[in-house]
């Protein structure tokens, strides 16, 4: 660990990047528990000032890909949606993510969500926390792919299906700063979903995460989301920009506009009972100003999930009521 941190860490004139096998290298003994919580901090913030660079964020990818590998009870691919979403969650509006994969279960689609709640830099609301909140219990890693032709779309906690990362979640509090593990942690698509759709924030990122996540996974088909605070949600009062593979073009950019008429999203206190209250109202309410913000979101998770080739097809694919076996488990 000392020669990579001195590695990463000289100076503006003296700092490289790890190889990818460096890189991998330090993800090994940080998961391992043989670098110091001194060391493992000194790495983190190195990189961050220097700059995370391809091969970093490889040599992570790679050793939490195998280690979640050994532990996998899916199939080598699965016929599935990952979503991507930033586990840091929401602080400024609520996430969409939620609402919006219950909806596009009732069309076919199979959605993975997974999280760990309480991370920098944003320490908002993430997924684990509101589906907990909405009356519904994380779903067993090891029954997840049951669960998931049960019910279309399953949560799942970073706890189960890689500890080891969970374990670093007191010194990345302490240091309350984004790092690598923030950018590989949401697109490690553990099940190993044929589609992918990863957030983003910073535009100059998603050209060369496209490129390494199509490395990492390759077959399978990545979509990149610059939606509401780094999430896949679609934005309420702008045009969402979309990085995406398809047969003719191996890498395209372009937008998604909102809806006509789709109502600015509201600001909500950063708990998960009121995310989780706006996410059962959306789904049960059929006057909610921001349903159709949400059908947006859904048919936009079919498209990019390769259900339906168009948003106009897959909205009139979805129903007007969400009669989901997943809301069957909440009371009223």
């Not at 059929?286 to 990019?304: E, K, N, W």
Request: hydrophobic share 35%; aromatic share 6%.
């Amino acid at each position: 660990m000392k020669s990579l941190i001195k590695t990463v860490g000289t100076g503006p004139h003296g700092s490289k990047d790890l190889t990818a096998e460096q890189a991998r290298e330090a993800a090994i003994q940080i998961l391992d528990g043989k670098a110091t919580p001194a060391q493992i901090g000194a790495l983190l913030l190195s990189i961050r000032t220097k700059g995370e660079s391809d091969t970093e964020l490889e040599g992570f990818f790679m050793e939490a890909r195998s280690r979640i590998a050994s532990r996998t009870p899916a199939p080598p691919v699965l016929e599935a949606l990952d979503i991507g979403d930033p586990y840091d969650g929401h602080t400024r509006t609520p996430g969409l993510a939620i609402p919006a994969a219950i909806w596009a279960s009732l069309a076919g689609l199979k959605v993975v969500l997974h999280g760990y709640p309480d991370l920098p830099a944003k320490f908002g609301v993430g997924h684990t926390r509101v589906w907990e909140s909405m009356g519904l219990k994380i779903t067993p890693f090891e029954q997840s792919v049951e669960a998931l032709r049960h019910q279309g779309v399953v949560c799942l906690s970073q706890e189960e299906f890689l500890p080891e990362w969970t374990r670093l979640r007191p010194i990345r509090q302490e240091l309350g700063l984004r790092t690598l593990l923030n950018t590989v942690e949401k697109s490690l698509n553990p099940l190993n979903a044929r589609t992918m759709m990863t957030g983003y924030f910073h535009e100059n990122l998603a050209p060369r995460l496209h490129v390494l996540l199509e490395k990492i996974f390759p077959g399978h088909t990545v979509s990149l989301i610059a939606g509401s605070e780094g999430s896949v949600d679609l934005h309420a009062h702008r045009p969402t920009r979309i990085h995406e593979t398809s047969s003719e073009t191996p890498q395209r950019s372009r937008t998604i506009s909102p809806p006509e008429g789709t109502f600015p999203l509201p600001s909500l206190p950063a708990t998960a009972q009121s995310h989780a209250q706006f996410a059962l109202e959306v789904l049960r309410n059929r006057q909610h100003p921001h349903r159709p913000l949400v059908r947006a979101t859904a048919a936009h998770f079919l498209c990019r999930g390769g259900i339906f080739g168009s948003m106009e097809t897959a909205l009139s694919a979805l129903p007007e009521d969400c009669h989901s076996p997943i809301l069957e488990k909440i009371p009223e």
